[in-house]
């Protein structure tokens, strides 16, 4: 069974009953949705959507909601810009600017622009397509000097390299789209723009005790998230390594390490792991990937990473499902070879964490058929995610939907709802009739069954089963 998750971004080229189907049969194991982007509305639809799939599919599709978090774009122009190399143009923080020095005046939508940025600093717009750099400053805006022209349009994103932004981590839009995330009870917030751990603090509080249980993944995106990169990752869910914007807020040279740093840090912390932006780009206009797309995606499989995402390949690409069979097949393939190690430390304290090693290592050992894993909140499959157990399918049970859903996202996790008796042989019972049915394992496939009924006190037991040992006529 294939370990690394796929999850595509939902926008106008899947916004189908048809292909979101489609891309679930190609591979798809979960959706985002990019409140930068999305309509409420439109929201809405794809989750009524998933939901529909939720009740047809054998596994179950978690939602992610991505929130739009600080950002800094260009202001609304009247027609388009046709910006030169070499040209001279003024940047400025006022709303309606005039020209300024007879110079050519684009409003940037942060009101502390000029007063954060030096002679010398970048300004990359539109993820870099055009790019200038502070010649001086003045009363009135910055001049500035275009290194990389093209046609610049209203609202296009800017990318400040280097420079503190000094805006609330949560917009108040955000506050707008998390409301709406629990309204629709969504399995996952990306959060954008993450940069100290007090952001994700905010962000649970504003989820409250009721809604504790959405998980929330931490989007890297500039230098200030990747500095402060392991103490988010203590108290986030998972990291999220979003190339777009960290390829143009820090050295692109050094995104390959920066990946694999983020990568590594996010999986010995024992979160989960999602590689973004840019795997398959070619394939928003054309129906196959470059050759250098095929190896970067592989490599990221190679790391280990719990999923990878399409963004515009699936959300206004050409090809939505077509993105979706290509990372399938690529997955499937990498993973015939034996993946990097770097996973949770083996020295860690946590006694769930060293059973869940313990169950691992015996299911190796045995050539186990799959790792049983019995859990309310989906923390004990967690901790067996962490093992990277290789070639050993994990099956997690669950009495709560939304676990069930969440649990889609680790590697190697494949989840079922169950409902859980007080005694704990009969819920066994009711697992193992699920891989008979659903999973099609026969009696005789040996199992790692580690039970945790009550996720508030340690695993209660590892154990070596039959799949057929406890399945007597009318035992349920």
């Not at 003024?90 to 005046?105: C, F, H, K, Q, Y």
């Not at 990221?300 to 999923?307: E, K, L, M, W």
Request: glycine letters at 6%.
């Amino acid at each position: 069974m294939r370990r690394t998750k796929i999850i595509s971004t939902i926008g106008p080229a899947s916004m189908d009953w048809e292909i979101i189907r489609a891309m679930y049969d190609a591979g798809m194991n979960a959706v985002r949705i990019n409140m930068s982007h999305a309509s409420y509305d439109d929201a809405e639809r794809a989750i009524q959507w998933i939901k529909t799939l939720n009740r047809k599919v054998k596994y179950a599709v978690p939602v992610i909601v991505d929130t739009s978090g600080p950002e800094v774009r260009i202001g609304h122009l009247e027609k388009p810009l046709e910006l030169r190399n070499g040209q001279h143009v003024a940047l400025t923080s006022r709303v309606n600017p005039e020209m300024i020095d007879g110079l050519t005046s684009i409003h940037v939508g942060y009101p502390e622009f000029e007063e954060a940025m030096a002679v010398g600093d970048y300004v990359r717009i539109d993820n870099g397509l055009i790019n200038l750099r502070v010649l001086d400053k003045g009363a009135c805006g910055l001049r500035c000097r275009v290194l990389d022209g093209g046609t610049l349009g209203s609202k296009k994103h800017v990318n400040l390299p280097g420079v503190h932004i000094n805006m609330p981590s949560i917009t108040s839009k955000d506050v707008q789209d998390i409301e709406f995330v629990k309204e629709q009870e969504v399995s996952f917030i990306a959060q954008s723009f993450v940069r100290t751990a007090d952001d994700i603090r905010e962000m649970r509080e504003l989820l409250g005790h009721r809604y504790r249980w959405v998980r929330v993944i931490a989007k890297i995106e500039n230098f200030e998230g990747v500095d402060q990169a392991e103490e988010i990752s203590n108290v986030a869910d998972g990291l999220m390594i979003a190339r777009g914007d960290l390829g143009i807020e820090t050295d692109m040279a050094a995104l390959p390490t920066l990946q694999r740093r983020l990568v590594e840090t996010t999986l010995k912390k024992g979160r989960r792991c999602v590689v973004a932006t840019h795997l398959l780009e070619s394939m928003v206009e054309k129906p196959i990937p470059t050759r250098a797309e095929v190896v970067d995606v592989a490599n990221a499989i190679y790391q280990g990473v719990d999923a990878v995402m399409l963004s515009a390949e699936t959300s206004v690409g050409k090809y939505p499902v077509g993105a979706v069979e290509v990372l399938r097949r690529i997955a499937e393939e990498q993973e015939k070879l034996p993946s990097e190690t770097i996973t949770v430390a083996k020295d860690t304290q946590n006694q769930r964490q060293l059973m869940a090693w313990s169950a691992a290592e015996l299911a190796e050992r045995i050539n186990a058929k799959g790792i049983v894993v019995i859990t309310r909140s989906g923390h004990a499959a967690d901790m067996v995610t962490n093992t990277a157990p290789s070639n050993i399918p994990v099956f997690a049970f669950s009495n709560r939907s939304h676990t069930r859903r969440q649990l889609m996202l680790n590697r190697s996790v494949y989840a079922h709802r169950i409902s859980f008796s007080r005694q704990p042989e009969v819920t066994i019972k009711r697992a193992f009739t699920v891989l008979r049915e659903r999973e099609g394992l026969p009696d005789d496939a040996s199992v790692i069954v580690m039970s945790s009924l009550s996720d508030a006190s340690p695993i209660d037991s590892i154990t070596i089963r039959q799949v057929g040992d406890l399945l007597e006529p009318g035992a349920l």
